[in-house]
């Protein structure tokens, strides 16, 4: 025995939130990778339509992701894992939710200055939540919505086993805050799908030159 096994080890997706008063607010990783994924991509045209102007683009395409992850904790009640037999996949879960809600200190914060009659108030800050989908792929996003179906549960009816949709809105630099990780994040992701469009012109000429023969 060699030790090596013929199924390649996979990155698991995850979805981060950041907050910076606490470096880690939520992760998830995917606990098993979904089959699919669907990207929709939409132009950023310039607007009037005038001779000319019709190749121009105000900024990177909006671009929206939604896919559905399983959450299971089966393998881990039979492994008499303490936190699933307390709570099931409650703590996934609440990691997920936790991404759509403002945090509760700003929550009370801003609950106190309009009961001391402040005017204006801020809205409470959300985490900044990245997408990491391989290497090459770690995007700021908006979690636009997602839904849960539970589908099995334990004599506490804590959820042991759930389907959830996710929706993610791409936030690009024309979303970002110039000079923000965030917008870094993006405009290196943009390189990088630059450089890739750029490695595929010697297979599309060749192929292309390849059909061309007589």
Do not use: C
Not at 79 to 108: H, Q
Request: charge should be neutral; hydrophobic fraction near 45%; charged fraction near 20%.
């Amino acid at each position: 025995m060699t030790g090596l096994s013929s199924t390649p080890r996979l990155i698991k997706g995850a979805l981060v939130g950041i907050d910076p008063k606490n470096p880690v607010a939520s992760i998830v990783a995917f606990q098993y990778n979904p089959h699919s994924m669907t990207r929709k991509l939409e132009a950023r045209q310039a607007a009037g339509g005038e001779r000319g102007e019709a190749f121009r683009l105000t900024g990177p395409p909006k671009e929206t992701i939604t896919l559905a992850i399983e959450i299971d904790a089966t393998d881990a009640l039979e492994e008499g894992d303490p936190i699933a037999i307390a709570s099931g996949i409650n703590p996934t879960l609440a990691a997920l939710e936790m991404m759509l809600y403002p945090k509760s200190r700003d929550v009370i914060k801003n609950m106190t200055q309009s009961a001391l009659g402040m005017v204006e108030i801020d809205p409470a800050p959300g985490p900044m939540i990245l997408f990491i989908w391989g290497p090459t792929r770690v995007l700021p996003v908006k979690l636009t919505n997602f839904s849960i179906a539970e589908e099995a549960f334990d004599p506490l009816l804590n959820p042991t086993r759930a389907k959830v949709d996710l929706g993610l809105a791409v936030l690009s630099y024309n979303e970002l805050k110039f000079g923000s990780p965030a917008h870094a994040l993006f405009l290196v992701h943009q390189v990088a799908k630059e450089v890739m469009a750029t490695s595929n012109v010697f297979n599309s000429a060749a192929a292309l030159g390849g059909g061309l023969k007589l």
